[in-house]
Protein backbone atom coordinates (compact mmCIF):
# COMPACT_ATOMS: atom_id res chain seq x y z
CA UNK A 1 0.00 0.00 0.00
CA UNK A 2 1.11 3.56 -0.77
CA UNK A 3 1.36 5.55 2.42
CA UNK A 4 2.45 8.60 3.98
CA UNK A 5 2.64 8.87 7.39
CA UNK A 6 4.25 11.88 9.28
CA UNK A 7 5.55 12.22 12.99
CA UNK A 8 7.34 14.36 15.16
CA UNK A 9 4.39 16.42 16.39
CA UNK A 10 3.58 17.60 19.64
CA UNK A 11 3.40 20.57 22.62
CA UNK A 12 6.59 22.96 22.00
CA UNK A 13 6.71 26.47 23.68
CA UNK A 14 7.10 30.19 21.98
CA UNK A 15 10.71 30.44 20.60
CA UNK A 16 11.06 26.45 20.60
CA UNK A 17 11.70 23.95 17.95
CA UNK A 18 10.32 20.86 16.58
CA UNK A 19 11.82 18.52 13.34
CA UNK A 20 8.89 16.88 11.93
CA UNK A 21 9.03 13.54 9.79
CA UNK A 22 7.23 12.10 6.92
CA UNK A 23 8.09 8.19 6.03
CA UNK A 24 6.90 6.61 2.77
CA UNK A 25 6.18 3.41 1.94
CA UNK A 26 4.85 1.44 -1.55
CA UNK A 27 6.27 4.33 -3.53
CA UNK A 28 9.77 5.60 -5.14
CA UNK A 29 10.22 8.36 -2.95
CA UNK A 30 12.85 10.22 -5.05
CA UNK A 31 10.27 10.42 -8.05
CA UNK A 32 8.21 13.07 -6.52
CA UNK A 33 8.46 16.78 -5.43
CA UNK A 34 7.48 16.57 -1.64
CA UNK A 35 5.52 19.02 0.11
CA UNK A 36 4.40 20.23 3.94
CA UNK A 37 1.05 21.80 4.35
CA UNK A 38 -0.58 22.87 7.42
CA UNK A 39 -4.19 23.35 8.77
CA UNK A 40 -4.79 25.53 11.79
CA UNK A 41 -7.69 24.20 13.81
CA UNK A 42 -11.36 25.12 12.12
CA UNK A 43 -9.22 26.67 8.93
CA UNK A 44 -8.32 26.36 5.41
CA UNK A 45 -5.34 24.20 4.44
CA UNK A 46 -2.24 26.24 4.24
CA UNK A 47 0.57 25.30 1.89
CA UNK A 48 3.97 25.50 3.78
CA UNK A 49 6.94 24.22 1.61
CA UNK A 50 7.57 22.18 -1.31
CA UNK A 51 10.99 20.50 -2.32
CA UNK A 52 11.71 18.88 -6.20
CA UNK A 53 12.83 15.22 -6.30
CA UNK A 54 16.47 16.23 -6.54
CA UNK A 55 16.28 19.26 -4.06
CA UNK A 56 17.25 21.63 -6.16
CA UNK A 57 14.13 23.65 -5.90
CA UNK A 58 12.75 24.74 -2.87
CA UNK A 59 9.89 27.27 -1.65
CA UNK A 60 8.54 28.64 1.71
CA UNK A 61 5.02 30.61 2.14
CA UNK A 62 6.80 33.63 3.17
CA UNK A 63 5.37 33.25 7.28
CA UNK A 64 7.29 30.73 7.46
CA UNK A 65 10.90 31.85 5.33
CA UNK A 66 14.08 32.12 8.02
CA UNK A 67 12.15 29.86 10.25
CA UNK A 68 11.37 26.38 8.58
CA UNK A 69 13.50 24.25 6.45
CA UNK A 70 12.38 21.87 4.42
CA UNK A 71 15.15 18.95 3.32
CA UNK A 72 14.63 14.95 2.04
CA UNK A 73 16.82 11.51 2.54
CA UNK A 74 16.08 9.69 -0.83
CA UNK A 75 18.16 7.38 0.68
CA UNK A 76 15.58 6.88 3.13
CA UNK A 77 12.38 7.61 1.65
CA UNK A 78 11.85 10.19 4.29
CA UNK A 79 10.96 14.05 4.32
CA UNK A 80 11.97 16.35 7.14
CA UNK A 81 10.52 20.08 8.10
CA UNK A 82 12.85 21.62 10.90
CA UNK A 83 10.43 24.07 12.47
CA UNK A 84 12.49 27.44 14.89
CA UNK A 85 11.41 30.17 16.15
CA UNK A 86 8.04 28.36 16.72
CA UNK A 87 4.88 30.96 17.02
CA UNK A 88 1.26 30.38 18.33
CA UNK A 89 0.25 30.64 14.83
CA UNK A 90 2.09 27.97 13.77
CA UNK A 91 -0.05 25.67 15.54
CA UNK A 92 -1.61 22.99 13.35
CA UNK A 93 -2.11 19.59 11.92
CA UNK A 94 1.15 19.71 9.63
CA UNK A 95 0.45 17.04 6.32
CA UNK A 96 3.17 15.60 4.33
CA UNK A 97 1.86 15.05 0.46
CA UNK A 98 3.53 13.87 -2.64
CA UNK A 99 2.96 14.43 -6.48
CA UNK A 100 4.39 16.35 -9.40
CA UNK A 101 5.33 20.09 -8.74
CA UNK A 102 3.01 21.56 -6.72
CA UNK A 103 0.63 19.55 -7.08
CA UNK A 104 -0.12 16.92 -4.64
CA UNK A 105 -2.58 13.40 -5.13
CA UNK A 106 -1.05 11.44 -2.25
CA UNK A 107 -1.93 12.99 1.57
CA UNK A 108 -0.59 11.65 4.41
CA UNK A 109 -2.44 11.55 7.92
CA UNK A 110 -1.03 14.32 9.45
CA UNK A 111 0.75 15.09 13.19
CA UNK A 112 -0.40 17.86 15.33
CA UNK A 113 1.77 20.80 16.47
CA UNK A 114 1.00 22.55 19.37
CA UNK A 115 2.69 25.91 19.95
CA UNK A 116 1.51 27.25 23.99
CA UNK A 117 3.05 28.62 27.03
CA UNK B 1 -6.45 34.52 -3.70
CA UNK B 2 -8.93 31.55 -4.19
CA UNK B 3 -12.69 31.84 -3.19
CA UNK B 4 -15.36 29.35 -3.37
CA UNK B 5 -18.96 29.69 -3.21
CA UNK B 6 -20.86 29.00 -1.32
CA UNK B 7 -19.92 28.30 2.23
CA UNK B 8 -21.73 25.31 3.11
CA UNK B 9 -24.64 23.30 1.03
CA UNK B 10 -27.25 20.92 2.09
CA UNK B 11 -28.14 18.52 -1.31
CA UNK B 12 -30.84 15.60 -1.03
CA UNK B 13 -29.56 12.27 -1.83
CA UNK B 14 -29.47 11.72 -5.43
CA UNK B 15 -29.70 15.37 -6.36
CA UNK B 16 -27.11 17.57 -7.99
CA UNK B 17 -24.52 19.47 -6.55
CA UNK B 18 -22.55 22.19 -7.18
CA UNK B 19 -19.64 24.17 -5.95
CA UNK B 20 -17.81 27.47 -7.50
CA UNK B 21 -14.26 28.33 -6.99
CA UNK B 22 -13.04 31.83 -8.36
CA UNK B 23 -9.26 32.55 -8.33
CA UNK B 24 -8.34 36.50 -8.32
CA UNK B 25 -6.05 35.43 -10.98
CA UNK B 26 -6.02 33.26 -14.23
CA UNK B 27 -4.63 29.76 -13.82
CA UNK B 28 -4.34 28.84 -17.07
CA UNK B 29 -0.96 28.89 -18.41
CA UNK B 30 -0.33 30.13 -21.92
CA UNK B 31 2.54 27.89 -22.51
CA UNK B 32 0.54 24.33 -22.33
CA UNK B 33 -3.06 25.44 -22.31
CA UNK B 34 -3.43 23.95 -18.93
CA UNK B 35 -5.20 25.13 -15.92
CA UNK B 36 -3.78 24.59 -13.09
CA UNK B 37 -6.31 24.09 -10.50
CA UNK B 38 -7.00 21.34 -8.18
CA UNK B 39 -10.09 19.81 -6.36
CA UNK B 40 -9.72 18.13 -2.78
CA UNK B 41 -12.62 15.85 -0.48
CA UNK B 42 -11.85 15.84 3.43
CA UNK B 43 -13.47 14.12 5.57
CA UNK B 44 -13.50 15.06 9.34
CA UNK B 45 -10.08 13.33 11.24
CA UNK B 46 -8.71 12.64 7.82
CA UNK B 47 -6.03 13.90 5.23
CA UNK B 48 -7.57 15.64 2.39
CA UNK B 49 -7.84 13.14 -0.93
CA UNK B 50 -7.24 14.25 -4.41
CA UNK B 51 -10.36 14.56 -6.81
CA UNK B 52 -9.67 16.25 -9.81
CA UNK B 53 -6.11 18.28 -11.29
CA UNK B 54 -5.93 20.11 -14.11
CA UNK B 55 -9.10 21.63 -13.63
CA UNK B 56 -11.41 18.55 -14.89
CA UNK B 57 -8.95 14.96 -14.69
CA UNK B 58 -9.98 13.06 -11.92
CA UNK B 59 -8.01 10.96 -9.92
CA UNK B 60 -7.83 6.81 -10.49
CA UNK B 61 -10.29 5.71 -8.53
CA UNK B 62 -12.82 8.58 -7.67
CA UNK B 63 -16.37 7.83 -9.03
CA UNK B 64 -17.52 9.49 -12.32
CA UNK B 65 -20.23 11.13 -10.52
CA UNK B 66 -17.49 14.10 -9.72
CA UNK B 67 -15.90 16.18 -12.37
CA UNK B 68 -14.62 19.53 -12.76
CA UNK B 69 -15.10 22.24 -15.24
CA UNK B 70 -14.24 25.47 -15.90
CA UNK B 71 -10.81 27.89 -16.95
CA UNK B 72 -9.15 30.75 -16.10
CA UNK B 73 -10.65 31.78 -13.13
CA UNK B 74 -13.60 30.60 -12.65
CA UNK B 75 -14.01 26.85 -11.76
CA UNK B 76 -16.82 24.25 -10.73
CA UNK B 77 -17.08 20.85 -9.01
CA UNK B 78 -20.12 19.35 -9.91
CA UNK B 79 -21.35 15.83 -7.81
CA UNK B 80 -23.85 14.53 -10.11
CA UNK B 81 -25.56 12.20 -7.68
CA UNK B 82 -24.87 12.85 -4.28
CA UNK B 83 -24.05 10.02 -2.06
CA UNK B 84 -24.12 9.52 1.57
CA UNK B 85 -20.39 9.20 1.63
CA UNK B 86 -19.42 12.77 -0.36
CA UNK B 87 -20.89 14.04 3.07
CA UNK B 88 -17.19 16.27 3.50
CA UNK B 89 -15.58 19.63 3.01
CA UNK B 90 -14.29 20.15 -0.75
CA UNK B 91 -11.22 22.70 -1.15
CA UNK B 92 -9.73 24.25 -4.92
CA UNK B 93 -6.48 25.14 -5.09
CA UNK B 94 -4.39 26.42 -7.45
CA UNK B 95 -0.81 25.24 -8.27
CA UNK B 96 0.38 27.47 -10.76
CA UNK B 97 2.93 28.64 -8.86
CA UNK B 98 4.42 29.51 -5.19
CA UNK B 99 2.57 30.10 -3.18
CA UNK B 100 -0.32 27.72 -3.97
CA UNK B 101 -3.46 28.91 -2.16
CA UNK B 102 -6.39 27.03 -1.36
CA UNK B 103 -9.85 28.34 -0.82
CA UNK B 104 -11.81 28.73 2.19
CA UNK B 105 -13.40 25.39 1.66
CA UNK B 106 -17.23 24.49 1.27
CA UNK B 107 -18.97 22.00 3.79
CA UNK B 108 -21.45 19.63 2.03
CA UNK B 109 -23.99 17.96 4.04
CA UNK B 110 -27.38 16.22 3.22
CA UNK B 111 -30.58 17.67 2.84
Known amino acids: EVQLVASGGGLVQPGGSLRLSCASS????????MTWFRQAPGKRLEWVAS????????DYVDSVKGRFTISRDNAKSSLYLQMNSLRPEDTAVYYC??????????WGRGTLVTVSS | VMTQSPDSLAVSLGERATINCKSS????????????LAWYQQKPGQPPKALIS???TRESGVPDRFSGSGSGTDFTLTISSLQAEDVAVYYC?????????FGQGTRLEIK
Open chain 1, 26 to 33: GMTFSDYW
Open chain 2, 93 to 101: QQYYGAPVT
Open chain 2, 25 to 36: RSVLSSSNNRNY
Open chain 1, 51 to 58: IKQDGSKI
Open chain 2, 54 to 56: WAS
Open chain 1, 97 to 106: GSGAGWYVNL
